[in-house]
Structures are given as C-alpha cells and as structure tokens.
C-alpha cells in the first residue's frame, strides 16, 4: 500500500512562490506516474499536472501552464510542484496522486493512490 504525503502549503501572496512537495511512505513510488490535483471550496476536484514516471514527460491544465513546474527525485522518492506567480484563484487544498500506466492522465478516478492534501491560500 502507498501512503502519500503533502507538504509545503501555506499562505503566501499574490505574485508569490510556494513549492509543494509529496513523499510516499511504505514503498518506493519510482514507476508510478504522479499527478497534483487541487480542490477550492465549494468546488470539485481537478486537475493540476502531471509527470511520468521517468520525469521525461509532464502535462499541465491550461489554468497553470507557464506557471506551475512539477518534477520528481527518484533517488530521494519525492515529487514537487513548483508554484510562481500565484493568484488568488489557485487558492485551494492540493493533492498528489499515483497511478501506474503508460500514459499522463488527468482523470480523478485513474490514480490509485492520495494523499491527504495541503493547503494553498493566496491573498490578493
């Protein structure tokens, strides 16, 4: 079993960085595809990016692409999401997610594994 775990949310301010990391616990996670989805209030859950396992493809949502990076350190079993020029709209609880397969998926119900989430907010 796979156990993910979020770190490095925050509040921070419009224009602003944060950088979200997800470690596993239990099992090395370095053939699983990785994804960040992103939850605000009121709304459902969607699609963020996501990155190969190899770390040699990645696919953004329109809403980040150019702004969010994500990339991933088998040796130290970890991925990130790299947030810059934040708006308030990007406010949200983030999750990562694992999945195994060939392709990037931004389908919810594809990934077999999350974590708990963390929490983003950006102030205007």
């Known amino acids: 079993q796979v156990q993910l775990v979020e770190s490095g949310g925050g509040l921070v301010q419009a224009g602003g960085s944060l950088r979200l990391s997800c470690a596993p616990s239990g099992r090395t996670f370095s053939k699983y595809n990785m994804g960040w989805f992103r939850q605000a209030p009121g709304k459902v859950r969607e699609f963020v990016g996501a990155i190969s396992w190899s770390g040699a493809n990645t696919y953004y949502a329109d809403s980040v692409k150019g702004r969010f990076t994500i990339s991933r350190d088998n040796a130290e079993n970890t991925v990130y999401l790299q947030m810059n020029s934040l708006k308030p709209e990007d406010t949200a609880v983030y999750y990562c997610?694992?999945?195994?397969?060939?392709?990037?998926?931004?389908?919810?119900?594809?990934?077999?594994?999350w974590g708990q989430g963390t929490q983003v907010t950006v102030s205007s």
């Open positions: 997610a694992a999945r195994r397969g060939n392709t990037l998926v931004a389908t919810l119900s594809l990934y077999d594994y």
